[in-house]
């Protein structure tokens, strides 16, 4: 047996207690991290990133300080991950069209279809993401969607001269019929993020 010196154990029971709400709090990990994702896309979105403090991120989480800063380390972090998330969803949308077999309309639909879908349904997301590449938002930190949005132009490129080869297009310049189809999006999803009210969505595009 392992004797500690008079008042070193109620030392080790104390560390022990306070360590156990921060396990129970991470029991339930990918809920937790979603849960924390999701009340600072909100807070972000409502008050600014520069407004937002972790321990308001916390509070409307429903978890303490530490759990925030074991998966994320910081505001900061959260916010990145954030980004990582919407670039991941198109580059997996990107992938499943490219698997997909058959004609080209079909597929160009699909992914017009799904982008615009995946806008409706990460709207805050997507207004953060618009704001710090474009919004020239001093206060969000530095984001890059440049590859992202060249990976989705260039899957556009190849699925229009998929189509001109297979007979299915009409015309000789890919590339005009690329940027008219990707222009469409890009205006749907620009309604979408600032005049929702005219009501544009995936019926008004397709």
């Not at 799904?114 to 997507?126: A, C, G, K, N, S």
């Not at 001269?161 to 015309?171: D, N, Q, S, T, V």
């Not at 979408?192 to 009210?197: A, C, I, K, S, V």
Request: proline share 5%; charged share 25%; hydrophobic share 40%.
């Amino acid at each position: 047996s392992t004797y500690l010196p008079v008042g070193k154990e109620r030392e080790v029971f104390e560390l022990k207690d306070k360590q156990q709400p921060l396990q129970t709090e991470l029991s339930g990990n990918s809920t937790t991290r979603e849960r924390l994702m999701q009340a600072s896309t909100e807070l972000f979105t409502r008050k600014g990133y520069a407004a937002t403090s972790v321990r308001e991120i916390v509070a409307a989480a429903g978890v303490s300080k530490p759990v925030l800063y074991y998966y994320f380390k910081n505001k900061e972090g959260i916010f990145q991950e954030i980004v990582r998330f919407g670039i991941e969803k198109v580059d997996n949308l990107i992938l499943e069209v490219t698997a997909m077999h058959g004609s080209v309309l079909p597929k160009i639909r699909h992914l017009f279809e799904r982008t615009i879908w995946m806008i409706q349904e990460d709207l805050p997301i997507m207004r953060l993401l618009y704001a710090a590449q474009y919004g020239g938002c001093r206060e969000l930190p530095p984001v890059n969607l440049q590859d992202i949005a060249g990976r989705f132009d260039d899957a556009v490129l190849v699925l229009v001269k998929e189509g001109i080869r297979l007979g299915e297009f009409i015309g000789d310049d890919p590339s005009i019929m690329r940027w008219v189809l990707v222009g469409a999006v890009s205006l749907t999803m620009e309604m979408m993020l600032f005049r929702p009210e005219l009501g544009s969505g995936p019926d008004s595009l397709l």
